[in-house]
């Protein structure tokens, strides 16, 4: 089971951190991704880390400002969003693929979280 926290208000260019922490599995095992849906939107993909860690993926909107990294000891993965922009806001999900890499496809993600509404005023 996944799930995910951290979401919260902040100011365009502030900070934010979301975790995904997960029970009842070998977290170390399954590559992680973020995905965000904004209120009318389809669900887009964030970020993705690969199971190992050594691989990391990024959407081009958020590419230089949001950082994914694990924590296997803690069987979390971590997204730290810097550089807050009002089109972030959105509703993130993370995702977990069995010895997945960092597919950006929303398909090849099994198991979800039940979301962390992340809010950015301008």
């Known amino acids: 089971q996944l799930q995910a926290s951290g979401g919260g208000l902040a100011q365009a260019g502030g900070s934010l951190r979301l975790s995904c922490a997960a029970s009842g599995r070998t977290f170390s095992n399954y590559a992680v991704a973020w995905f965000r849906q904004a209120p009318g939107k389809e669900r887009e993909f964030v970020s993705a880390?690969?199971?190992?860690?050594?691989?990391?993926t990024y959407a081009d909107s958020v590419k230089g400002r949001f950082t994914i990294s694990r924590d296997n000891t803690k069987n979390t993965v971590y997204l730290q969003m810097n550089s807050l922009k009002p089109e972030d806001t959105a509703v993130y999900y993370c995702?977990?693929?069995?010895?997945?890499?960092?597919?950006?496809?929303?398909?090849?993600?099994?198991?979800w979280g039940q979301g962390t509404l992340v809010t950015v005023s301008s």
């Open positions: 880390i690969s199971w190992s860690g050594t691989g990391s």
């Open positions: 995702a977990a693929q069995l010895y997945g890499s960092t597919s950006t496809k929303r398909g090849n993600y099994g198991n």
